[in-house]
């Protein structure tokens, strides 16, 4: 379950295992203070991805994800026309006040562990699904073919 840090601790109700192992890769890659700040990361980027993601590949990632992600990803609703890489950066960071350096990282961060849990053969086909500039962000190369 999403645990809500307004409640208090000895009510929160406790993530999964698989979520908590992600939390923790997110803050070791991201180098975040806090599990907290993680889980902001994740949320915010997750959310973000769930508007430019569509069709199989959307609900192949959701199925790859600890529940508590795949909530933050299919709780959006895809925009009509996705973003490019550094737009999405440009668009997170408006929508949460950071900075582009900052959402960059973040985005970075989250993005390893997505990854992680998807594995090469779903992030090459949503690569390929998505504007360019995405592949830098899950720490690909940005291959673009031979004119």
Known sequence: MITDVRVPLEHRQPYSTAYDQ???????E???????KAAEAVRLVLSGLGRQLTGDERVELAACLPLEAAR???AQIPDPQPLTGWAFVK????????????TRWDTGSVFSAVAAHAGPD??????????TGYALLFGRAELTPAA
């Open 72 to 74: 933050a990803l299919t």
């Open 22 to 28: 992600m939390l923790e890769k997110v803050r070791y």
């Open 30 to 36: 991201g180098a975040y203070p806090t599990r907290e």
């Open 91 to 102: 668009d997170l960071a408006a929508r949460t006040g950071a900075s582009q350096a900052t």
């Open 122 to 131: 779903l992030i090459t086909r949503i690569l390929h699904q998505l504007p």
